[in-house]
C-alpha cells in the first residue's frame, strides 16, 4: 500500500480482536469511531483526543491548511500526533481528500506540536463535484437496504461493491471516491468503501491492517481487510 503507517497499525489490528467483545451495535456512535475510542484509554487521552477533534473539525473544510492543535494546554509529542493521525485517519474514510500524509510545526524549544497541514487531493469546486458524485454513488448502491438484516446488509454490499470496482491502480486507488465513483482501486480502496458503505446502512465495521498470502505467488504481501460485526458477531 501506497501511505505509509507506523505505530497505530499494528495497535489498532491487535485493540479491535481484544476489545470486540465489547461492540454490540453500530447505532452506538461512540464506537463507530474505533480509533477515537482507543485513543480515550490511552495516556495523555485528554489531550490526544483535542487534537483528534481538531483534526476532524479542520479537515471537513480544506481552507483549513494549517490547522492549529493547541490550545495552550493541549500538547502532545510528534509521535503523539502519528498516532492520534492514524487513528482519525482510519475512523474517517469519507474524508477521501486526504492521502495520509501530513506536515507539522512545532515549538521550537520543546518540540511539542502546535498544528498541522494535511496532503490534500482535491479542492475547491473540484472537491464539490467530487462530494456530490460520491454521494449519488453511495445512495445508488445502498438503495432498498433499509429492511434488510444485517447478513442481508453486508451480503448484499459485498456483491455490490464487487459488481461496481474493479481491482486497477490508478490515483486515487486508496479511497472510496476511487472505488465508488471511478471503479478502480487496490485492497485499502475496496476495504475503505466496504466500511464507509456499511456504516452508512448502520453495520458496523472496522479496516485491518497486516499481510496475506498471495496465492500467485505464495509470499506474504501487505493488505487491508474488514472486520465487521453483525448482529453482534465478528
Known amino acids: 500500500m501506497k501511505i505509509f503507517r507506523r505505530l497505530i ?9 481484544t476489545a470486540s467483545s465489547a461492540v454490540t451495535t453500530a447505532a452506538a456512535d461512540t464506537k463507530v469511531f474505533f480509533g477515537r475510542d482507543i485513543l480515550s484509554k490511552m495516556s495523555n487521552s485528554e ?29 502532545i509529542t510528534y509521535d503523539e500526533l502519528e498516532t492520534v493521525y492514524r487513528a482519525f485517519y482510519a475512523d474517517h474514510p469519507e474524508f477521501f481528500w486526504l492521502d495520509g500524509g501530513y506536515k507539522v510545526n512545532c515549538e521550537q524549544k520543546t518540540e511539542l506540536v502546535t498544528s498541522v497541514i494535511p496532503n490534500y487531493t482535491m479542492e475547491g469546486k473540484e472537491l464539490e463535484n467530487a462530494k456530490s458524485a460520491l454521494d449519488a454513488k453511495a445512495n445508488e448502491l445502498i438503495k432498498g437496504l433499509n429492511t ?15 459488481d461496481t470496482v474493479e481491482y486497477i491502480e490508478s490515483p486515487n ?12 482501486a487496490v485492497c485499502s480502496g475496496y476495504a475503505k468503501a466496504y466500511q464507509y458503505l456499511l456504516r ?9 491492517i497486516g499481510k496475506s498470502i498471495n496465492p500467485a505467488t505464495n509470499r506474504a504481501e501487505k493488505h487491508e481487510w474488514n472486520l465487521v460485526s453483525i448482529d453482534g458477531n465478528w
Open 9 to 17: 497499525t499494528l495497535f489498532l489490528s491487535v485493540f479491535i480482536i
Open 47 to 75: 489531550n490526544l483526543l483535542y487534537v483528534y477533534d481538531c483534526l476532524g473539525d479542520g479537515c471537513k473544510n480544506t481552507q483549513s491548511t494549517n490547522i492549529d492543535v493547541s490550545n495552550g494546554k493541549s500538547k
Open 148 to 162: 434488510k438484516s444485517e447478513y442481508e446488509k453486508t451480503l448484499i454490499l459485498h456483491d455490490r461493491i464487487v
Open 173 to 184: 486507488d486508496q479511497s472510496i471516491y476511487g472505488a465508488l465513483v471511478e471503479g478502480k
Open 200 to 208: 452508512k446502512v448502520g453495520v458496523f465495521a472496522w479496516c485491518v
